[in-house]
């Protein structure tokens, strides 16, 4: 997997290249660690290029969102492919993420 | 029918499921149909190797894979403990929803047709229907 992070209108953008599983969700966790424990900070994750992901992947996820609501950051998810949206559906993650279809709309949404 | 017997190792996970979906993309199944057993092979295996092998490198996982024109099954057993897969809290529940573990078995019970445990939990045979496309 590979990781491109860009700062946008003080939002930290990260983009995503390959599967986010077993093997590589601990690469994106490391990636957090220390942005996480910053307070306020506003992150977007564009998964566009990613075609997989398994609960691992989910997990981290997860607990990269808590990391970032503990310190008072956000965070929004986009570009999910339809089997990755899939997952999010089945798992009811829909409810507990915030889902855009594309970056440009995450990134207003921060206001 | 594909068999295999691998020791505890993530990277061999992968190399075990890679070589089923070649075999299913050789057989022309539908890509969604792909991604679903993909997703519930890996999960069964991570099961098997963090779950129920302890990540134990000595422990063995054993996966069978039977492909027929319209079916596809697949067994995936451990050598640890066991477990009641009956008793495994809804991780879609709200109380739920954030922790971080506990979505593998209920992906697999979704995006798979049938999935069965035996052998007191050390041992999952999971079915997926194919549709009517023929090998």
Known sequence: ?111 | MVKNVIPTNSRLLKKISKKLIKLLKKAEIDEEIIFDIHVSLEEALRNAMMHGNKLDIRKKIMVEAELEPSIMKIAVEDEGGGFNPSKLPDPTHSENLLKENGRGIYLMRHLMDEVKFENSGRRVTMTKYLGTKQL
């Open chain 1, 1 to 111: 997997m590979e990781i491109s992070v860009e700062e946008k209108k003080g939002i930290s953008i990260f983009r995503m290249t390959g599967d986010i599983d077993i093997n590589t969700a601990p690469e994106l966790k490391t990636s957090f660690d220390e942005m996480a424990k910053r307070s306020g900070i506003k992150v977007i994750l564009n998964l566009k290029k990613v075609d997989y992901v398994d609960s691992s992947g989910l997990a981290t996820m997860v607990e990269i969102l808590k990391k970032l609501r503990d310190n008072n950051g956000s965070l929004k998810v986009t570009n999910l492919s339809a089997k990755v949206k899939g997952l999010f559906e089945i798992t009811k993650l829909t409810q507990l993420f915030d889902i855009f279809n594309e970056e440009d709309e995450a990134v207003n949404s921060f206001g």
